[in-house]
């Protein structure tokens, strides 16, 4: 199924549950976790900092992995089919060993990136739990994490392993760190224990008071909180009208007004290129990479808050 790392704490704590490798193609957090892993493995010191129970596994979707693809072979989205069925597909399968780990865990973080096709501004997000309490916590845990966006959206989304966190109460973030070139290049880089996304689990731990220490780093992270029902469905922002060759015309991280052009697409069979523009003023948070576009893909998505209705 997948490999489950755990490290014992010398002294009672809360089970944290860290995963990455949800979509195959987000290599960067993959690296994360078993560098983490690595670290815990070789550092006695920081191992005997440890409190509760850590569960670390790497690569939950190690089929994805294989095809170098965000979908499991049969073509399904792991982050759409939890809490999945034990008797299912491939990847019904990963998704309820998943969902079975996220429901014995008391706090869950889960790292991603933009994947081969898009560009996430690096963030911190979670649902707009509707407990008061989990909501709390999530937004310590994501603060903590000390990266410059922070991003809550709906709570209503179904089928990830957000909404399984939600319906256990398991307070629980999901991370976005680039994807695309950028993350690619980085990778070559090497991910160290310096990576901001292996201190960043470091500082939830320690918020969450599963590791001792204070959490370090200086961020303030921008806040927002979005609270319309799709919000945070980052597959379906800004869907480009043509299939054909995308050329972005705003960088990631901009701030955006109403109908700014995003992005401009040449339809493959010829004819004038069509161009996206922004439905909202916001921030560019995500930015479609590959020049290769569907009609109905997602050019970029634009966030802003948004009250409660
Ligand atoms: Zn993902």
């Given at each position: 199924?997948?490999?489950?790392i755990?490290?014992?704490?010398?002294?009672?704590?809360?089970?944290?549950?860290?995963?990455?490798?949800?979509?195959?193609?987000?290599?960067l957090?993959?690296?994360?976790?078993?560098?983490l892993?690595r670290?815990?493995?070789?550092?006695?010191a920081?191992?005997g900092?440890?409190?509760?129970?850590?569960t670390?596994i790497?690569?939950?979707h190690?089929?994805?992995?294989?095809?170098?693809?965000?979908?499991?072979p049969?073509?399904?989205?792991?982050?759409?089919?939890?809490?999945?069925?034990?008797?299912?597909?491939?990847?019904?399968?990963?998704?309820?060993a998943?969902?079975?780990?996220?429901?014995?865990?008391?706090?869950?973080?889960?790292l991603?990136?933009?994947?081969?096709?898009?560009?996430v501004?690096?963030?911190a997000?979670?649902?707009?739990h509707?407990?008061?309490e989990?909501?709390?916590?999530?937004?310590r845990?994501?603060?903590?994490?000390q990266?410059?966006?922070?991003?809550?959206?709906?709570?209503?989304?179904e089928?990830?392993?957000?909404?399984?966190?939600r319906?256990?109460?398991?307070?629980?973030?999901?991370?976005?760190?680039?994807g695309?070139?950028?993350?690619q290049?980085?990778?070559?880089?090497g991910?160290?224990?310096d990576?901001?996304?292996?201190?960043?689990?470091?500082?939830?731990?320690?918020?969450?008071?599963?590791?001792?220490?204070?959490v370090?780093?200086?961020?303030?992270?921008?806040?927002?909180?979005?609270?319309?029902?799709?919000?945070?469905?980052?597959?379906?922002?800004?869907?480009?009208?043509?299939?054909?060759?995308?050329?972005?015309?705003?960088?990631?991280?901009r701030?955006?007004e109403?109908?700014?052009?995003?992005?401009?697409?040449?339809?493959?069979?010829?004819?004038?290129?069509a161009?996206?523009?922004?439905?909202?003023a916001?921030?560019?948070?995500?930015r479609?990479?590959?020049?290769q576009?569907?009609?109905?893909?997602?050019?970029?998505?634009?966030?802003?808050?948004?009250?409660a209705?």
């Amino acid at each position: 199924m997948f490999s489950v790392i755990h490290f014992e704490g010398k002294t009672p704590g809360p089970r944290v549950l860290i995963t990455a490798g949800v979509h195959g193609d987000e290599w960067l957090p993959m690296r994360v976790v078993r560098e983490l892993a690595r670290w815990l493995a070789e550092d006695e010191a920081l191992r005997g900092a440890l409190r509760g129970r850590l569960t670390l596994i790497p690569v939950v979707h190690e089929a994805a992995f294989r095809r170098g693809h965000r979908c499991g072979p049969e073509g399904k989205d792991l982050a759409r089919t939890c809490p999945g069925r034990a008797e299912g597909g491939e990847t019904e399968r990963v998704a309820h060993a998943l969902s079975a780990q996220i429901q014995a865990a008391d706090f869950y973080l889960d790292l991603h990136t933009g994947g081969r096709d898009l560009c996430v501004t690096p963030l911190a997000g979670y649902g707009l739990h509707r407990d008061a309490e989990v909501l709390a916590v999530q937004r310590r845990m994501a603060r903590a994490f000390q990266l410059p966006l922070v991003w809550g959206t709906s709570a209503e989304l179904e089928g990830r392993s957000l909404s399984v966190a939600r319906d256990a109460r398991v307070p629980a973030i999901y991370v976005e760190y680039l994807g695309g070139v950028a993350e690619q290049q980085e990778i070559a880089r090497g991910v160290t224990r310096d990576h901001p996304c292996v201190q960043g689990c470091l500082n939830v731990l320690r918020e969450l008071g599963a590791l001792a220490g204070e959490v370090s780093g200086a961020v303030e992270p921008q806040v927002i909180e979005d609270a319309r029902p799709e919000s945070g469905h980052m597959q379906v922002c800004h869907p480009s009208p043509v299939t054909g060759f995308l050329r972005p015309l705003v960088e990631l991280n901009r701030w955006v007004e109403a109908g700014e052009p995003l992005a401009e697409v040449e339809p493959l069979e010829g004819g004038p290129s069509a161009v996206v523009t922004a439905d909202q003023a916001g921030l560019v948070v995500v930015r479609r990479e590959v020049p290769q576009i569907n009609a109905g893909d997602a050019v970029a998505v634009v966030a802003q808050s948004f009250p409660a209705a």
